[in-house]
């Protein structure tokens, strides 16, 4: 393992690289990487970074947002084949049916679609700020593709608004059932729940705390309480558990694990940086459309 970090801290300086990691990849992959985050931060870390080449340890919607935010540097996917089924759950097609059919709605789309379905969209959003990209918006009718879950939990919090909701979802955070929570409630009366808004609403509904990946950490990172109960992916628990070493953290449910977002290896991440595997590559016309609606959402949330 040594050995191999170190060829990768190698090959990083010889071609002027970043590795970013989101906060659900492995453990040795959250090490080598230069930033930890969520999708939001990863995607503002990828714009501002001054590289020649980002490796995104993540997924593919991930890493193609990272290239359309970054469209002259080199982007790469270590792991080829790591997709996210939610984004592939909406295609292009699917969007332009629902404008036709709501002509005077404006489309906010997850992050987590691909670059075809943002070059469809008004705005993007992540899980961190869909509450406020919606707020801004001066429509009141508002087609939110494609996580159905976020979008019940948006609609929510925006009652002002009308939100017209696409039935994608997350396989993963669709998993954990409203019986796990009650479960984990007996065993842990004490604990602060903290879920991820991609989870069931009857499980949001139970939660202490509702939020992105790198919401759900800070939260626990500052709140003095010394037990939680975690709702999202299970990477997370490995900035968690080394920064607050006093504090214990639960798994709400074993279904908590992203198997895409676990197919990313340290020999992948050297293999990217020695033989460009994965670079991500797009339309000029997809690009420059897509990129509207990322940098709206970045107008509303810098
Ligand atoms: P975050 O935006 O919270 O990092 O989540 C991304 C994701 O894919 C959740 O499943
Ligand atoms: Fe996609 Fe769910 Fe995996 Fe996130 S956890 S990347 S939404 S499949």
């Known amino acids: 393992m040594e050995e191999i970090i170190n060829q990768i801290h190698n090959l990083k300086k010889q071609r002027n690289a970043i590795i970013l990691a989101h906060n659900y990849q492995r453990s040795e992959i959250q090490e080598v990487a230069d930033i930890v985050g969520d999708s939001y931060a990863l995607s503002k870390a990828a714009k501002e970074a001054e590289h020649d080449v980002i490796v995104f340890c993540g997924v593919h919607f991930m890493a193609e947002t990272a290239k359309l935010l970054s469209p002259q540097k080199t982007v790469l996917l270590p792991a080829a084949d790591a997709g996210c089924p939610m984004a592939d759950m909406v295609t292009p097609?699917?969007?332009?049916?629902?404008?036709?059919?709501?002509?005077?709605?404006?489309?906010?789309?997850?992050?987590?679609?691909?670059?075809?379905?943002?070059?469809?969209?008004?705005?993007?959003?992540?899980?961190?700020?869909?509450?406020?990209?919606?707020?801004?918006?001066?429509?009141?009718?508002?087609?939110?593709?494609?996580?159905?879950?976020?979008?019940?939990?948006?609609?929510?919090?925006?009652?002002?608004?009308?939100?017209?909701?696409?039935?994608?979802?997350?396989?993963?955070?669709?998993?954990?059932?409203?019986?796990?929570?009650?479960?984990?409630?007996?065993?842990?009366?004490?604990?602060?729940?903290?879920?991820?808004?991609?989870?069931?609403?009857?499980?949001?509904?139970?939660?202490?705390?509702?939020?992105?990946?790198?919401?759900?950490?800070?939260?626990?990172q500052k709140h003095l309480d010394d037990k939680f109960i975690i709702g999202t992916e299970q990477g997370v628990l490995h900035w968690l558990q080394k920064h607050n070493q006093h504090k214990k953290f639960y798994l709400l449910s074993p279904k908590l694990i992203c198997p895409n977002m676990k197919k990313t290896t340290l020999q992948d991440v050297k293999n990217a940086l020695q033989n460009n595997t994965c670079e991500i590559t797009l339309n000029e016309n997809v690009m420059k459309k897509a990129r509207v609606s990322i940098e709206k959402m970045l107008m509303v949330h810098a």
Do not use: W
């Open 93 to 220: 097609a699917d969007v332009k049916t629902l404008k036709a059919k709501y002509p005077d709605a404006a489309v906010v789309c997850y992050v987590n679609t691909s670059a075809a379905v943002k070059a469809e969209s008004d705005v993007c959003c992540t899980s961190s700020n869909a509450v406020d990209v919606i707020k801004a918006l001066p429509q009141h009718n508002i087609i939110f593709i494609p996580d159905a879950h976020l979008g019940d939990y948006v609609a929510k919090q925006v009652p002002e608004k009308n939100i017209i909701l696409f039935d994608g979802y997350c396989i993963t955070h669709k998993r954990v059932t409203l019986k796990e929570v009650e479960a984990a409630r007996k065993v842990l009366p004490e604990a602060k729940m903290l879920v991820h808004p991609e989870c069931l609403p009857e499980v949001v509904a139970k939660a202490d705390f509702v939020g992105s990946t790198a919401q759900i950490i800070a939260f626990a």
